[in-house]
């Protein structure tokens, strides 16, 4: 979750200053605070949303992970596939997510996509497993070259293998597919800079489609 006001950290010679910061953060806090609207049940909510990804490439290499590169002519790719294994974890998962959490806090979801074929019935089973829940799609073409923040190492950025080789590291990561990557970018910088989707609110919840949530005792956006 990230919060939308500042937090003064501070040392103990500037205590009189921070003291006054935090006095005007807290008054500026109780005002905020009091943004809030009410479910049908009059359940009082904090503005808020649960943010999901459903993020798949068009171009199927654009799924590929590399397996072995000792050089141009010896790279081995495996084959992977986010789609099928994303809407398997939303199977999994959501219902959990509805039952657990969202039946009785009615917060609204963001679902982020890539416009490929076939993500309208996605969407649709999606929502389905989240009966009751406003759920916001929200495309988001993070694939193409035009989009690329780096235009001219596109085909570098986008070949596991060459980038293995390239940029060797001990955590595997630049051996991961191209669509792995573009889901840490949407998480970290896209979904923030790239869409204003997320301005209308003051929290929100990132859940990875394996995440599964089991037993939630508070609000924990009100809890905030």
Not at 16 to 25: D, E, H, K, N, Y
Not at 28 to 52: F, M, N, P, Y
Not at 172 to 201: E, I, P
Request: glycine share 2%; charged share 25%.
């Amino acid at each position: 979750m990230q919060r939308a006001f500042h937090v003064c950290h501070f040392h103990f010679l500037i205590v009189p200053i921070c003291v006054c910061q935090l006095c005007a953060a807290l008054k500026h806090e109780k005002k905020q605070v009091l943004e809030i609207h009410s479910d049908a049940d009059g359940k009082e909510l904090a503005s808020a949303t649960v943010v999901l990804l459903h993020l798949v490439p068009e171009n199927p290499s654009h799924s590929q992970s590399c397996t072995k590169s000792t050089g141009p002519t010896d790279s081995e790719y495996l084959q992977e596939s986010p789609r099928e294994k994303n809407m398997q974890n939303f199977r999994e998962n959501l219902p959990h997510l509805h039952s657990n959490f969202l039946a009785t806090y009615k917060y609204p979801v963001t679902l982020f996509h890539a416009p490929f074929h076939g993500v309208t019935d996605d969407i649709a089973e999606i929502k389905s497993l989240l009966p009751g829940v406003n759920v916001e799609a929200q495309p988001l073409d993070v694939f193409s070259k035009d989009r690329f923040f780096s235009p001219e190492h596109y085909e570098e950025y986008t070949d596991a293998c060459l980038m293995q080789r390239t940029y060797p590291d001990n955590c595997g990561c630049s051996r991961r597919h191209f669509a792995y990557k573009q889901m840490n970018y949407v998480f970290t910088y896209g979904m923030f800079f790239d869409t204003d989707v997320l301005h209308k609110y003051r929290y929100w919840l990132r859940i990875d489609s394996d995440s599964r949530v089991k037993d939630v005792q508070e609000d924990p956006f009100q809890a905030m």
